[in-house]
Nanobody, 120 residues
Framework: QVQLVESGGGLVQPGGSLRLSCAASGIILSIATMGWYRQAPGQQRELVATVTSGVTKYADSIKDRATISGDNNQHTVDLQMNNLTPEDTGVYYC???????????????WGQGTQVTVSS
């Protein structure tokens, strides 16, 4: 069973920075994509940033303020967010697309989520 374990959430003042980290564990044959989604209260879960074979993708709302970095060998992904605003508040979920038993079948895997609160 594959698990994603997140860390790094918390309370930060507007204009501050946070670094989220996620590590995948378990039987992993290959990771196609790793990234982060977030869900604000009363809203749907939305993409924040992903990395696939070194190619990064960002939500427009954060692309100038965030950097995602992944290590497929270590099965980790980090998200550095700067100049945070209250609109960045939400639960941040680590996400991965992982092959477990063969290279032809990939599964979506989600972490439990970590709370990020931006408030003064």
């Amino acid at each position: 069973q594959v698990q994603l374990v997140e860390s790094g959430g918390g309370l930060v003042q507007p204009g501050g920075s946070l670094r989220l980290s996620c590590a995948a564990s378990g039987i992993i044959l290959s990771i196609a994509t790793m990234g982060w989604y977030r869900q604000a209260p009363g809203q749907q879960r939305e993409l924040v940033a992903t990395v696939t074979s070194g190619v990064t993708k960002y939500a427009d709302s954060i692309k100038d303020r965030a950097t995602i970095s992944g290590d497929n060998n270590q099965h980790t992904v980090d998200l550095q967010m700067n100049n945070l605003t209250p609109e960045d508040t939400g639960v941040y979920y680590c996400y991965a697309v992982i092959a477990v038993t063969n290279f032809a079948v990939f599964y979506d895997v989600w972490g439990q989520g970590t709370q990020v609160t931006v408030s003064s």
